[in-house]
């Protein structure tokens, strides 16, 4: 499911090639508008079966390279249908010089005009075929004839989005952004809002294309997937690689997705399922940073990533995901995941960035007592018990003293101390307990809204307990296991 979209510098003449046509949509303006986020971009990736790595005509699956344009037409009306009824608005399918070039452009141009005619956004982007797969251009100059003719007949539409290079694992950043400035220079009447361009790799160095201030208004394509980080495992692990775009407002993800023929319930609480996290992670920090994005694939035959199947009609693999699809997407509420945490049994509380546990300092049973950490050594200060408040809220209680965790003062700033203290029922003391996946919790306290958290990610014995703004560290990250 590796994409690789080229581009290269096009400084040439244009030329005249097979299958060029005139441009017959309708004419619309070519405006470069910016934006205030890319949260419009709800789609779904539509492919070859080979992957999109193809060195003859890229036929989409559910067609048929026998199909002639009327049967291509109806069955790309029946795939469109499913695709708007799940929420997509947008479409992303590769182009190639053969598809382009040759004569299966006339049919292949009029799925793009039928996808813009619904009022569906589609994005345009060259793979390499299956003979090279180095993360280059195959040949400069077939990739500047088929540019050619894909501008001049869409450049009008602004609904057809250009994205000049996918996964560009190739190049390295000083030629990648040549093969840009190359690309922009030849098209230059092309809206820069219009125009996708890959970060370095396989699209994950966007940060590095959008420091470019020769890019400014493009929009920038990001992919990740769960191989591309093997340390990577809860929800909160996911949620790093959106946190971490230097530029969301122009961001837009193309490719993500984890298996959906399996039957794996992806709104259930998250477990020890890097898919599962994964997915949880990745959309939920795509909601909340209002980044569109594009699910791979949301139909490709025979691959068990694929969002839907196709036979004689569509039907959704696996409802739970496009649930989740749907959240990034920005539609629908998925519930916090709360921790399975029993009433009147004792729990070990241990940090995951230092391995040791929540303890009361000195086994004292005084008020104002400082929490700290400590290794396990089984002493009733390092044992607690939750109170159940409701939606996932919990007084945690030590057994030795008695007294409740508290932040101290009641205070909401960043850094503010933890310690116990009679129970008061105030918001203060009171806990929420975020499962994320892989036997870790977050722990947030319901007055300030920060995270339980070990000072300066300490991993001494003694290490001081806060709070602190929740970022996804190691240090924030608690087992809550039994005796």
Known sequence: ?????????????????????????????ATDTVTTSTINFK???????????????LVLSGLSVTDNETAILSKTDSILSAFREAGSNTVRIPVNPPTVLQSYWTRY??????????????ILGYWEGASSKDGKVDDTASFRMMWDVIVTKFKLNQNVYFEIMNEPHGYDSGDLKKLYTGWLARYSDVPRRRILLDGTGYATGVNDI????????????FHYYTWFNSGYQTTAD??????????????????????????EAYTDAPRSDNSVTYLQGITSQLHSSGIGCIYWPGLRTGDSYSMF???????????????????????????????????NTDYKIINRNSNKSLDVNGSSTADGADIIQWDYWGGDNQQWAFKPLGNGYYNI????????LEVSGSSTDGSAAIVQEDGNGNADQQWQIINIGF????????????SLDVNGRSTSNGGNIIQWYWNNGFNQQWQITTL
């Open 109 to 122: 141009a009029a799925i793009i005009s039928e996808i813009t005619a619904k009022k569906m956004k589609v």
């Open 309 to 343: 199947t196709y036979d004689n009609g569509m039907k959704a693999n696996n409802e739970s995901g496009l649930t989740l699809l749907k959240h990034a997407w920005g539609m629908g509420h998925i519930d916090t995941f709360y921790a399975d945490i029993q009433e």
């Open 1 to 29: 499911m590796t994409i690789v979209i080229c581009c290269i510098l096009l400084l040439s003449c244009k030329k005249n090639v097979q299958g060029q046509q005139n441009n017959t949509d309708p004419p619309m303006a």
């Open 43 to 57: 789609g779904v990736n539509w492919a070859d079966p080979r992957d999109n790595f193809a060195d003859d005509w």
């Open 238 to 263: 996911w949620e790093l690689p959106i946190k971490n775009l230097s530029y969301p407002k122009r961001t837009v993800m193309t490719e993500f997705g984890v298996p959906m023929t399996d039957g």
């Open 439 to 450: 036997g870790y919790n977050k722990i947030i306290n319901r007055n300030s809204g920060l």
């Open 210 to 221: 959008g420091a470019d201030n020769r890019f400014d208004s493009c929009l920038l394509s």
């Open 397 to 404: 209680i030590n057994k030795n003293s008695n007294k409740a």
